[in-house]
Nanobody, 123 residues
Framework: VQLQASGGGLVQAGGSLRLSCEAS????????MGWFRQAPGKEREFVAA????????AYADSVKGRFTISRDNARNTVYLQMNNLKPEDTAVYYC?????????????????WGQGTQVTVSS
């Protein structure tokens, strides 16, 4: 499966962005999906994950209550709605996928990665 992330950009603190990740290939509804991010000089970190059906989600503590992950299996797309953005949310955001019915929150658990989309939050 190939993943194409989009929706990044420049936004002021307190603003919102919605990232999208469209998957090509079959059986998207059988894939667990996740979002990760990497800030300059830092390691890539987990942001959010969603199970194949959308029935289970998980979030990093730093984004709980501000970010929402969702998916539309009919459109082969997973979303990350980001509200109340902070300068520390500035990073390249990556979507990832794994053929699994489990909720996966670790980088090593994913097999497929998108190219990343830049999110910059100004103060």
């Amino acid at each position: 499966v190939q993943l194409q992330a989009s929706g990044g950009g420049l936004v002021q603190a307190g603003g919102s962005l919605r990232l999208s990740c469209e998957a090509s290939g079959r059986s998207f509804s059988s894939y667990g999906m996740g979002w990760f991010r990497q800030a300059p000089g830092k390691e890539r970190e987990f942001v959010a994950a969603i199970s194949w059906s959308g029935g289970s989600t998980a979030y990093a503590d730093s984004v709980k209550g501000r970010f929402t992950i969702s998916r539309d299996n009919a459109r082969n797309t997973v979303y990350l709605q980001m509200n109340n953005l902070k300068p520390e949310d500035t990073a390249v955001y990556y979507c990832a996928g794994v053929y699994s019915f489990r909720l996966v929150t670790t980088q090593s658990g994913y097999d497929y990665w998108g190219q990343g989309t830049q999110v910059t939050v100004s103060s």
